[in-house]
Nanobody, 127 residues
Framework: QVQLVESGGGLVQAGGSLRLSCAAS????????AGWFRQAPGKEREFVAH???????????YYAGSVKGRFTISRDDAKNTVYLQMNSLKPEDTAVYYC?????????????????WGQGTQVTISS
């Protein structure tokens, strides 16, 4: 089992930045691919970013088109933590953001393929 706890959400103005953290406990997190998802009210949960636990040409960080160039995913396995740096935030980025983990090292955008989930953290961007 892997337990995930997100933090770092909040209310910021458009154009601002936030850094989300996802702290993992339980099994060795360094053997799990990690992803960030978000869900806005009335919408389905959508993929945001993925980071693998191995470094290969096919496992570079992967981003949804809507956040590419603005968001950066990273991980510190010594701290069992995954981060999502969010810059140039827009009102449409408003959502509950979830951290998720899976055993495959390759990027997968389908939420159903992730085995473990955090409880989510609210991000609200004002215009």
């Amino acid at each position: 089992q892997v337990q995930l706890v997100e933090s770092g959400g909040g209310l910021v103005q458009a154009g601002g930045s936030l850094r989300l953290s996802c702290a993992a406990s339980g099994r060795t997190f360094s053997r799990y691919g990690a992803g960030w998802f978000r869900q806005a009210p009335g919408k389905e949960r959508e993929f945001v970013a993925h980071i693998s636990y191995i470094t290969l040409p096919s496992t570079t960080p992967y981003y949804a088109g809507s956040v590419k160039g603005r968001f950066t995913i990273s991980r510190d396995d010594a701290k069992n933590t995954v981060y999502l740096q969010m810059n140039s935030l827009k009102p449409e980025d408003t959502a509950v953001y979830y951290c998720a983990a899976k055993t495959s090292p390759f990027f997968i955008t389908a939420p159903s393929e992730y085995h473990y989930w955090g409880q989510g953290t609210q991000v609200t961007i004002s215009s």
